[in-house]
């Protein structure tokens, strides 16, 4: 589990987080929504210590990140998954490569443990094929799977995406969206999942956190979504004819 | 801009402590290696070559143009001139300068692609120290091949220049041979150069691995840093050269 606490972050003049505090659930999809500039990019990068935060802490366990020893925090990040909006992959890699390289890098393994653990991964993510093609040779939903399975490699207990539907037609989303729940609670990761994507929150949204101007404004469940009063939530969420249509299905 | 100079400066140094760091895997590392050699200095050769044999010739020309004229003058001081040009000067200087201008815009804008396609980024998030994994092998690389290809560049010159004084009917051949043995001091001549090499190709190397690593923006961003990559190291080199010349010639 992740804990933020009471965060503060500026930017010189700029406040961007304004006190927020959140519990990300262990084995659950925690996804942070909100509009362009509300700070989930920040929040995201805070809790991921690329930014220290002015104010509060960060909790990993039982842990606080902003106490933690640079040996233990080097240690941390090889407990985190990170899948990045624009997949982020190397490319000069090959995909088996991509995703060997946590394990090169880090892993106390054989080499034949190394290669049963990537057939392993590229099974789960479905990239059966295309382990000797190169990130610009494949689609972007493969590039989005290939990006999953470098990020669990190291069978993390932290997942971060940060919009790991952008670019992509519904349908591949949907399938990515189904993935990153499927490994969640398959590997019972806590998962944070930064995203636009509403489809994403009724999709696989275990917990929902709404963000405007820098604080908390809501958090729910994908069902609960649906059902909210809350004027920021419905303002954001059924500004569209189809989840207005939605609502007023799910309220019948 | 003095104060961006000095910032700049500063992130220099931070970021070249980052860099030397020992490897979290000498593996990696050794792979790395291998493979920046090959790009950055086995690549390098057919323009190495072609530049040294005829700037080794144009040198030869030009100090028989201007020696020519005095008859008291033998024809192998034009030979013993010319290898004192090239080894002092134009094999490690001019040399580097192109290699400045190839290898160094080559760092930056992979480095800078790396950096806004948020590459260097997921590294970081790994755990892995991206300055340290990504610029040290390049560093290496050139440190260590970059004189090897001003050896290279040392023997092709002073053949263009034998070749081009012999073809033209300036120096005979043997009489260049002559004039390039004599009074040959190893030091001067070879050790010289090879030190110029080195400090210039950790110039090349660590300039522009900066100029691409801290590219903030996409790709306008990082054709700029390529651009600045190719002038900063050039400036660097020349400004190393004279304290390099100052130093070495007149201790």
Redesign the interface.
């Known amino acids: 589990m992740i804990q933020a606490k009471g965060i503060v972050k500026s930017f010189g003049e700029n406040h961007v987080l304004k006190g927020i505090d959140v519990d990300f659930i262990q084995g659950q999809t925690n996804l942070i929504i909100g509009r362009s500039g509300s700070g989930k990019t920040v929040f995201l990068k805070t809790i991921l210590g690329l930014f220290e935060p002015d104010q509060g802490s960060i909790h990993y366990g039982n842990e606080v990140l902003g106490e933690m020893t640079k040996a233990r925090r080097k240690t941390l990040r090889q407990e985190i998954g990170m899948v990045f909006q624009g997949g982020a992959l190397f490319d000069s890699m090959t995909v088996a490569e991509n995703i060997r390289f946590p394990l090169e890098m880090f892993a106390a393994m054989t080499e034949q443990e190394k290669d049963e653990r990537v057939k392993f991964v590229m099974d789960r993510v479905r990239l059966d094929g295309a382990a000797d093609k190169f990130p610009s040779e494949i689609s972007g939903g493969m590039q989005k799977r290939v990006a999953i399975g470098r990020a669990i490699s190291m069978n993390p207990k932290y997942l971060f995406c940060d919009e790991p539907n952008s670019g992509l037609d519904p349908e591949t989303a949907i399938v990515i969206d189904q993935l990153i729940q499927e490994l969640t609670h398959e590997f019972n990761m806590t998962t944070i999942v930064n995203t636009h994507d509403m489809n994403s929150v009724l999709e696989i949204g275990d917990h929902v956190i709404f963000m405007k101007e820098g604080h908390k404004v809501w958090e729910g469940t994908n069902s609960e979504v649906l059902g909210s009063t809350n004027a920021d939530v419905e303002d954001y969420v059924f500004k569209s004819k189809l989840f207005k249509q939605v609502r007023q299905a799910f309220r019948k | 801009m003095i104060t961006n100079f000095f910032e700049g400066m500063g992130a220099y140094v931070l970021l070249m402590t980052k860099v030397f760091r020992r490897p979290?895997?000498w593996r990696?590392f050794m792979r790395s290696l291998v493979q920046e050699i090959r790009l950055l200095g086995l690549d390098s050769i057919s323009i190495v070559v072609i530049l040294s044999v005829f700037m080794g010739a144009v040198v030869t020309i030009q100090t028989a143009f201007q020696l020519s004229d005095d008859p008291l003058i033998p024809t192998y001081y034009i030979a013993m001139a010319t290898r004192e040009s090239i080894t002092l000067e134009f094999s490690p200087t001019v040399v580097s300068l192109i290699l400045a201008g190839k290898v160094g815009s080559n760092i930056a804008s992979s480095l800078g692609t790396m950096r806004v396609?948020?590459?260097i980024?997921?590294l970081?998030?790994?755990?892995?120290n991206s300055a340290s994994f990504l610029i040290l092998p390049k560093v290496a690389a050139l440190v260590l091949f970059n004189p090897v290809l001003i050896i290279l560049s040392l023997f092709l010159g002073l053949w263009g220049g034998a070749m081009a004084g012999d073809l033209l009917g300036l120096v005979p051949f043997q009489e260049s041979i002559m004039g390039y043995r004599l009074e040959y001091i190893v030091f001067e001549n070879a050790i010289y150069g090879l030190i110029k090499a080195t400090a210039f190709a950790f110039i090349i190397g660590s300039v522009s691995a900066y100029s691409g690593y801290s590219v903030k923006g996409g790709a306008v961003e990082v054709g700029i840093a390529s651009t600045n990559a190719v002038v900063r190291s050039c400036l660097a080199i020349i400004l190393a050269n004279y304290l390099l010349t100052d130093l070495i010639l007149t201790s």
């Open positions: 979290d895997r990696l396609s948020e590459q980024d997921a970081e998030i790994m755990g892995v």
